[in-house]
């Protein structure tokens, strides 16, 4: 019956991802949480020069530890970030989507989870695609800045 689920999830996603804007696969009533909740990943000081790191599916942000407590690793990379006059960030988890092939999920492949960020004076959310089965350097994605 797992095996049955994942695979429509992985279809419906596959489908969906061919869109402009991926579909979120599952939504979630997760908390909104703030940067300053979290202990910030000290190491995130290099600025992408790459335009779609993390605000695109097609470049998620890797912040690894999926059997070390994973969304603990997500939510301290986004608190590693601030707006781009320094404001502290609010998010949340708004779902996952967008699978990807990755030795380091079940069945071979993992989804991408959807961060929901906004600071004060942002007239729209920007979304967040970030993946817990892999791992590479962190960089601070356009339009952000390095939490003080």
């Known amino acids: 019956m797992k095996k049955l689920f994942f695979f429509f999830v992985i279809i419906g996603s596959i489908i969906s991802c061919k869109s402009k804007q991926p579909a979120i696969l599952s939504s979630s009533s997760n908390p909104v949480g703030t940067s300053n909740q979290y202990e910030p990943f000290f190491d995130v000081t290099d600025f992408s020069e790459n335009k779609g790191y993390g605000i695109t599916e097609k470049n998620p942000i890797m912040v690894g530890g999926f059997t070390e407590g994973g969304v603990i690793n997500q939510r301290r990379y986004i608190a590693s970030l601030a707006g781009p006059n320094n ?5 949340h988890r708004r779902g996952a989507c967008c699978p990807y092939p990755s030795e380091n999920s079940f069945g071979g492949n993992a989804l991408v989870d959807v961060y ?14 970030i993946s817990l089965y892999d791992s590479e350097k962190l960089f601070i994605p356009q339009g952000f800045t390095k939490r003080k």
């Open 116 to 129: 929901e960020v906004t600071y004060e004076g942002i007239k729209e959310p920007i979304l967040l695609y």
């Open 87 to 91: 404001e502290e960030l609010s998010f």
